[in-house]
């Protein structure tokens, strides 16, 4: 077990340096984009968008407790406790986890078409929303097999960390950043959510308490970076030379065929 935190650990810190390989390029397009006065609007989105460590306390915190509950005995017994302790209640197992992962989600896209606006357009926060289910796989999907940790059913060996938390987390995290600075209490409604397909990862017998805490983390992670490296993204998907007023424009647009989920790409000239 020792072999598979160590490899966990060098996982993350290998998309760490990636990351900020991708941030020094941010950097330098930053200082570009200042010098002419006509592109100050996309110097002020890309400062909005700079990565706030402050927000990054609690998902570290979160993947720390996940990682250490894999070898440390008192978290292990923390583990099973939790287990049993949910066992002796025999609560009904239902499905529903696998929907209100992306509730969150769902709900920013309503109220949108509802009117109530958040801080993007339909456009950039597609990407933002894509882009941070993205980074939750590319962390949780390889550390699954890596770490080989054992389901609580002993159905497989992919019990961390909780890819659903993940989902969950980040759909949560994407609604409170679209919305804190306009509604507060709404911004947080999505953690409910998000909470409940924890617990019920548990209630299914599906993932250990530090699957989900860690897969939390995660989550939320993601939506932090993805936030970050919207500037960068949107800037490779509209061209450096873009000329304002052009009619050139570019749409990303989710879509759902023969029970087959994407993201589909439209440009128009």
């Not at 402050?54 to 287990?83: D, E, Q, R, W």
């Not at 023969?258 to 440009?267: A, E, P, R, S």
Request: net charge positive; no cysteine; aromatic share 10%.
């Amino acid at each position: 077990m020792k072999k598979h935190v160590q490899k966990t650990l060098m996982y993350i810190l290998i998309l760490s340096l990636a990351l900020g390989k991708v941030n020094a390029q941010n950097t330098n397009d930053t200082i570009e984009v200042q010098k002419p006065v006509q592109d100050s609007s996309i110097t002020q989105e890309i400062q909005k968008n700079k990565l706030n460590y402050k927000s990054l306390i609690i998902p570290t915190a979160f993947i720390a407790y996940g990682v250490a509950g894999l070898t440390m005995n008192n978290l292990k017994k923390l583990n099973i406790s939790t287990k049993v302790e949910i066992n002796e209640h025999q609560p009904t197992q239902i499905k529903l986890d696998n929907y209100t992962q992306y509730a969150p989600a769902v709900i920013v896209y309503g109220l949108n078409a509802a009117g109530i606006k958040g801080k993007h357009n339909l456009r950039d926060r597609t990407i933002i929303y894509a882009s941070s289910q993205l980074i939750a796989a590319a962390f949780t999907m390889p550390l699954k097999y890596l770490v080989k940790e054992e389901r609580p059913d002993r159905s497989n060996t992919l019990s961390f960390p909780s890819g659903h938390a993940a989902t969950a987390f980040s759909s949560a995290q994407f609604m409170f950043r679209e919305y804190k600075d306009s509604n507060f209490w709404l911004s947080i409604s999505g953690y409910p959510f998000a909470i409940f397909t924890g617990v019920y990862r548990m209630l299914n017998d599906k993932h250990w308490l530090g699957d989900v805490v860690a897969g939390a983390g995660f989550g939320i992670l993601s939506t932090e970076l993805a936030y970050w490296l919207f500037p960068k993204i949107d800037n490779l998907l509209r061209g450096k030379n873009k000329v304002k007023n052009s009619l050139s424009s570019t749409m990303v647009m989710p879509f759902y065929q023969n029970k087959i989920v994407g993201i589909g790409l439209v440009k128009t000239f």
